[in-house]
């Protein structure tokens, strides 16, 4: 359930969160995505690098770090 869900990657941008997001959904896998700007968080997250955080059940953390890597390197290989 995504009462269990933790942290799982820390995405660096807008453009990144919205890559994931999309390869997330095309293999539906349930997440959270949470911008550090988010008031939820508290002043503690905004010295944190990056945009935000996915956040996920335990059982999904191979599977969406492997896509967060696919992404990442794709986007270094095209200069983004």
């Given at each position: 359930?995504?009462s269990?869900?933790?942290?799982?990657?820390?995405?660096?941008?807008?453009?990144e969160?919205?890559?994931?997001?999309?390869?997330?959904?095309?293999?539906?896998?349930?997440?959270h995505?949470?911008?550090?700007?988010?008031p939820?968080?508290?002043?503690f997250?905004?010295?944190?690098?990056?945009?935000?955080?996915?956040?996920?059940?335990?059982?999904?953390?191979?599977?969406?770090?492997?896509?967060?890597?696919?992404?990442?390197?794709?986007r270094?290989?095209?200069?983004?």
């Amino acid at each position: 359930t995504m009462s269990d869900v933790e942290q799982i990657h820390v995405v660096s941008s807008y453009a990144e969160a919205l890559l994931v997001q999309s390869c997330l959904d095309e293999e539906e896998i349930p997440y959270h995505l949470q911008p550090f700007n988010d008031p939820a968080f508290g002043s503690f997250w905004r010295r944190v690098e990056g945009w935000g955080v996915v956040l996920a059940p335990a059982e999904y953390r191979e599977r969406i770090v492997q896509i967060c890597e696919d992404i990442a390197n794709a986007r270094r290989e095209s200069g983004d």
